[in-house]
Protein backbone atom coordinates (compact mmCIF):
# COMPACT_ATOMS: atom_id res chain seq x y z
CA UNK A 1 0.00 0.00 0.00
CA UNK A 2 0.51 3.57 0.14
CA UNK A 3 3.27 4.71 2.42
CA UNK A 4 4.22 8.29 3.13
CA UNK A 5 7.35 9.69 4.55
CA UNK A 6 7.06 13.53 6.22
CA UNK A 7 10.30 15.60 7.96
CA UNK A 8 11.11 16.70 9.94
CA UNK A 9 9.02 15.80 12.65
CA UNK A 10 9.51 19.11 14.20
CA UNK A 11 10.52 22.88 12.43
CA UNK A 12 11.66 25.93 14.56
CA UNK A 13 12.03 29.45 12.66
CA UNK A 14 12.64 32.95 13.44
CA UNK A 15 9.55 35.32 12.12
CA UNK A 16 9.74 36.12 8.82
CA UNK A 17 12.05 33.44 7.88
CA UNK A 18 10.98 30.42 5.38
CA UNK A 19 10.24 27.16 6.47
CA UNK A 20 10.14 23.81 4.07
CA UNK A 21 8.38 20.82 5.00
CA UNK A 22 9.13 17.88 2.80
CA UNK A 23 7.06 14.78 1.88
CA UNK A 24 7.80 11.20 -0.18
CA UNK A 25 5.31 8.81 -1.18
CA UNK A 26 5.75 5.12 -2.54
CA UNK A 27 3.14 4.53 -5.16
CA UNK A 28 3.50 6.25 -8.39
CA UNK A 29 -0.37 6.00 -9.45
CA UNK A 30 -0.93 8.66 -6.63
CA UNK A 31 -2.10 12.09 -8.30
CA UNK A 32 -3.42 14.23 -5.53
CA UNK A 33 -1.70 15.61 -3.11
CA UNK A 34 -2.92 18.17 0.04
CA UNK A 35 -1.24 20.01 2.65
CA UNK A 36 -3.45 20.37 6.12
CA UNK A 37 -3.16 22.47 8.71
CA UNK A 38 -3.64 21.71 12.50
CA UNK A 39 -4.07 24.48 14.89
CA UNK A 40 -3.85 23.36 18.56
CA UNK A 41 -7.38 21.29 19.71
CA UNK A 42 -8.79 22.37 16.27
CA UNK A 43 -9.26 19.77 13.32
CA UNK A 44 -6.91 19.43 10.51
CA UNK A 45 -8.04 21.58 7.45
CA UNK A 46 -6.88 22.30 3.81
CA UNK A 47 -4.47 24.76 2.83
CA UNK A 48 -3.32 24.20 -0.39
CA UNK A 49 -3.06 21.13 -2.92
CA UNK A 50 -1.57 19.84 -5.77
CA UNK A 51 -2.76 17.71 -8.49
CA UNK A 52 0.26 15.46 -10.65
CA UNK A 53 0.00 17.62 -13.55
CA UNK A 54 1.64 20.14 -12.29
CA UNK A 55 4.54 21.01 -10.71
CA UNK A 56 4.21 23.70 -8.62
CA UNK A 57 1.38 25.79 -6.93
CA UNK A 58 1.41 29.38 -5.46
CA UNK A 59 -1.31 30.67 -2.80
CA UNK A 60 -0.03 34.45 -1.06
CA UNK A 61 2.99 33.00 1.25
CA UNK A 62 2.53 29.54 0.89
CA UNK A 63 3.74 26.80 -2.43
CA UNK A 64 3.58 23.84 -2.99
CA UNK A 65 6.17 21.78 -5.55
CA UNK A 66 5.76 18.21 -6.80
CA UNK A 67 8.76 15.94 -8.58
CA UNK A 68 6.54 12.71 -9.96
CA UNK A 69 9.52 11.38 -10.88
CA UNK A 70 11.21 11.17 -7.74
CA UNK A 71 7.88 11.07 -5.69
CA UNK A 72 8.31 13.90 -3.50
CA UNK A 73 6.55 17.16 -2.90
CA UNK A 74 6.84 19.93 -0.61
CA UNK A 75 5.33 22.83 1.08
CA UNK A 76 6.63 25.91 1.38
CA UNK A 77 6.18 28.90 3.63
CA UNK A 78 7.69 32.03 3.09
CA UNK A 79 7.69 35.10 5.39
CA UNK A 80 6.57 33.29 8.28
CA UNK A 81 4.61 34.43 11.30
CA UNK A 82 3.68 33.52 14.68
CA UNK A 83 0.02 32.31 13.83
CA UNK A 84 1.67 29.82 11.63
CA UNK A 85 2.63 27.81 14.16
CA UNK A 86 0.76 24.52 13.81
CA UNK A 87 0.94 20.65 12.77
CA UNK A 88 0.91 20.42 9.24
CA UNK A 89 0.60 17.22 7.51
CA UNK A 90 1.07 15.90 3.98
CA UNK A 91 -1.42 13.62 2.54
CA UNK A 92 -1.75 11.40 -0.90
CA UNK A 93 -4.30 10.04 -2.30
CA UNK A 94 -5.25 8.18 -5.49
CA UNK A 95 -7.56 11.40 -6.11
CA UNK A 96 -11.76 11.25 -6.36
CA UNK A 97 -11.39 10.80 -2.47
CA UNK A 98 -9.86 7.02 -2.62
CA UNK A 99 -7.88 6.29 0.42
CA UNK A 100 -6.45 9.31 1.66
CA UNK A 101 -3.19 8.33 3.64
CA UNK A 102 -1.51 11.31 5.97
CA UNK A 103 2.53 11.75 6.93
CA UNK A 104 3.50 11.47 10.16
CA UNK A 105 2.76 15.58 10.72
CA UNK A 106 5.60 18.43 11.41
CA UNK A 107 5.43 20.95 13.84
CA UNK A 108 6.35 24.13 13.02
CA UNK A 109 7.22 27.17 15.66
CA UNK A 110 7.22 30.18 14.03
CA UNK A 111 9.31 32.44 16.50
CA UNK A 112 8.43 36.10 17.31
CA UNK B 1 -23.90 23.78 5.40
CA UNK B 2 -22.99 23.18 8.74
CA UNK B 3 -19.84 20.41 7.76
CA UNK B 4 -18.96 17.63 9.05
CA UNK B 5 -20.39 16.94 12.35
CA UNK B 6 -19.11 14.68 15.31
CA UNK B 7 -20.70 13.42 18.76
CA UNK B 8 -20.18 13.39 21.63
CA UNK B 9 -17.16 15.89 21.54
CA UNK B 10 -15.92 14.26 24.52
CA UNK B 11 -16.27 10.85 26.17
CA UNK B 12 -14.64 9.37 29.33
CA UNK B 13 -15.81 5.63 30.06
CA UNK B 14 -14.51 3.15 32.05
CA UNK B 15 -12.40 0.22 30.66
CA UNK B 16 -14.25 -3.01 29.20
CA UNK B 17 -17.36 -0.94 28.20
CA UNK B 18 -18.95 0.25 24.49
CA UNK B 19 -18.27 3.57 22.99
CA UNK B 20 -19.96 4.44 20.18
CA UNK B 21 -18.65 7.71 18.08
CA UNK B 22 -20.99 9.22 15.11
CA UNK B 23 -20.18 11.27 12.57
CA UNK B 24 -23.06 12.83 10.41
CA UNK B 25 -20.90 13.73 6.68
CA UNK B 26 -21.40 17.14 4.02
CA UNK B 27 -24.25 16.35 1.91
CA UNK B 28 -23.02 15.46 -1.50
CA UNK B 29 -19.54 13.80 -0.32
CA UNK B 30 -19.89 9.96 -1.46
CA UNK B 31 -16.47 8.96 0.90
CA UNK B 32 -16.24 9.09 4.35
CA UNK B 33 -13.51 8.18 6.33
CA UNK B 34 -12.11 7.67 10.12
CA UNK B 35 -9.11 8.81 11.30
CA UNK B 36 -7.77 7.99 14.88
CA UNK B 37 -4.90 11.25 16.17
CA UNK B 38 -2.74 10.06 18.78
CA UNK B 39 0.76 11.72 19.83
CA UNK B 40 2.77 8.44 18.78
CA UNK B 41 0.93 7.71 15.70
CA UNK B 42 -0.19 10.98 14.18
CA UNK B 43 -3.27 10.39 11.88
CA UNK B 44 -3.95 6.70 11.36
CA UNK B 45 -6.64 5.78 8.70
CA UNK B 46 -8.98 3.60 10.30
CA UNK B 47 -11.62 2.69 7.49
CA UNK B 48 -13.39 4.52 4.41
CA UNK B 49 -16.66 3.88 2.58
CA UNK B 50 -17.57 4.86 -0.71
CA UNK B 51 -21.19 5.58 -0.88
CA UNK B 52 -22.05 3.76 2.08
CA UNK B 53 -19.89 1.03 1.47
CA UNK B 54 -16.62 -0.17 3.50
CA UNK B 55 -13.96 0.23 1.11
CA UNK B 56 -10.44 -0.28 3.13
CA UNK B 57 -11.08 -1.00 6.90
CA UNK B 58 -7.53 -3.09 6.72
CA UNK B 59 -6.63 -0.04 9.44
CA UNK B 60 -9.27 -0.75 12.11
CA UNK B 61 -6.85 -2.16 14.78
CA UNK B 62 -8.58 -4.75 16.17
CA UNK B 63 -12.03 -7.03 15.75
CA UNK B 64 -12.91 -4.72 19.06
CA UNK B 65 -13.53 -2.03 16.20
CA UNK B 66 -16.10 -1.92 13.86
CA UNK B 67 -18.18 0.91 11.45
CA UNK B 68 -21.06 0.97 10.06
CA UNK B 69 -22.39 3.70 7.09
CA UNK B 70 -26.56 2.88 7.28
CA UNK B 71 -27.00 5.76 4.87
CA UNK B 72 -25.68 8.88 3.26
CA UNK B 73 -26.15 10.48 6.13
CA UNK B 74 -24.27 9.05 9.48
CA UNK B 75 -21.81 6.58 10.11
CA UNK B 76 -20.69 5.26 13.84
CA UNK B 77 -17.55 3.96 14.87
CA UNK B 78 -17.92 1.76 17.76
CA UNK B 79 -15.44 -0.04 20.03
CA UNK B 80 -16.28 -3.03 22.11
CA UNK B 81 -15.06 -3.78 24.77
CA UNK B 82 -12.96 -0.44 25.48
CA UNK B 83 -9.50 -0.29 26.74
CA UNK B 84 -6.81 2.43 27.86
CA UNK B 85 -4.98 2.43 24.44
CA UNK B 86 -8.14 3.16 22.93
CA UNK B 87 -7.47 6.41 23.72
CA UNK B 88 -7.17 9.41 21.31
CA UNK B 89 -8.74 11.56 18.92
CA UNK B 90 -11.29 9.96 16.52
CA UNK B 91 -12.03 12.21 13.26
CA UNK B 92 -14.30 11.66 10.72
CA UNK B 93 -14.12 13.61 7.19
CA UNK B 94 -16.15 13.42 4.46
CA UNK B 95 -14.36 13.92 0.77
CA UNK B 96 -15.18 14.73 -2.48
CA UNK B 97 -13.02 15.48 -5.33
CA UNK B 98 -9.92 14.41 -2.90
CA UNK B 99 -10.49 17.21 -0.53
CA UNK B 100 -10.88 15.93 3.19
CA UNK B 101 -13.33 17.85 5.25
CA UNK B 102 -12.49 17.17 9.09
CA UNK B 103 -15.50 16.80 11.51
CA UNK B 104 -14.25 18.52 14.84
CA UNK B 105 -12.85 14.99 16.37
CA UNK B 106 -14.34 13.24 19.50
CA UNK B 107 -11.43 13.10 22.14
CA UNK B 108 -12.42 9.48 23.88
CA UNK B 109 -10.40 8.73 27.01
CA UNK B 110 -10.61 5.40 28.70
CA UNK B 111 -9.81 4.70 32.32
Known amino acids: GENVEQHPSTLSVQEGDSAVIKCTYS??????FPWYKQELGKRPQLIIDIRSNVGEKKDQRIAVTLNKTAKHFSLHITETQPEDSAVYFCAVSLGGGFKTIFGAGTRLFVKA | DAGVIQSPRHEVTEMGQEVTLRCKPI?????LFWYRQTMMRGLELLIYFNNNVPIDDSGMPEDRFSAKMPNASFSTLKIQPSEPRDSAVYFC?????????FGQGTRLTVV
Open chain 2, 93 to 101: ASVKRGEAF
Open chain 2, 27 to 31: SGHDY
Open chain 1, 27 to 32: DSASNY
